[in-house]
């Protein structure tokens, strides 16, 4: 009996342990206010000595990551903590890169120094075809660049919000957004 007893306390400990820690980054999640509340954990890595990466959801199809070194907040490149995607009927409008204040923050590792970046599927059934593909092969398959297609354009706001302006449009490949989508990159 004693050992029944002893078994349930320690569950118990580890459970209210994971909901203490799991309520602890709600703090940051909190802290965004672009970003829509109430959450709810969508993706937790953190592992046991605080390390690893979080993502929220909430009903505004948005997700917010970040990731944590040792229980605290672990800054990316260029000092970017949080990053915030915006979905749109399962398509991925807009990212936007936040600095440990959740202010919006450029960075000069990326192709503009933008913050956001902008998504617009403008041959949504050619992009269809081509995410079939690239689903099919979980995402294992070497395609040819199709940005010349112009199937996804991008579009790149700076740390004010503001249009980047560019001499043309650019398009990015269906890998490429596909990637995007998935979240597999980290700043």
């Known amino acids: 009996m004693k050992f029944f007893i002893s078994l ?3 569950l118990f400990l580890c459970v209210s342990s994971f909901a203490q820690s799991s309520e602890s980054y709600q703090v940051y999640a909190n802290q965004i206010k672009q970003f829509s509340k109430p959450a709810k954990i969508l993706r937790n890595d953190i592992n046991a000595q605080g390390n690893g990466s979080i993502e929220f959801t909430n009903a505004k ?25 915006y979905y749109e009927n399962n398509y991925l409008r807009r990212i ?46 070497d395609m040819k660049d199709d940005s010349k297609e112009k ?37």
């Open 8 to 10: 349930f306390f320690g």
């Open 61 to 85: 199809n948005q997700i917010l990551r970040f990731r944590m070194q040792h229980n605290k907040l672990q800054l990316g490149s260029c000092r970017i903590a949080f990053e915030i995607y």
């Open 96 to 141: 936007e890169s936040l600095d440990s204040n959740g202010n919006l923050i450029g960075c000069n590792l990326k192709l503009n120094g933008e913050a956001v970046t902008e998504y617009i599927v403008e041959k949504p059934s050619l992009y269809l075809q081509k995410k079939k593909l690239i689903d099919d092969a979980e995402g294992n398959i």
């Open 151 to 187: 199937i996804i354009r991008v579009q790149y706001f700076d740390a004010h919000n503001k249009p980047i302006m560019l001499l043309k449009p650019i398009y990015i490949s269906s890998k490429t957004y596909w990637q995007d989508n998935i979240r597999m990159a980290w700043p």
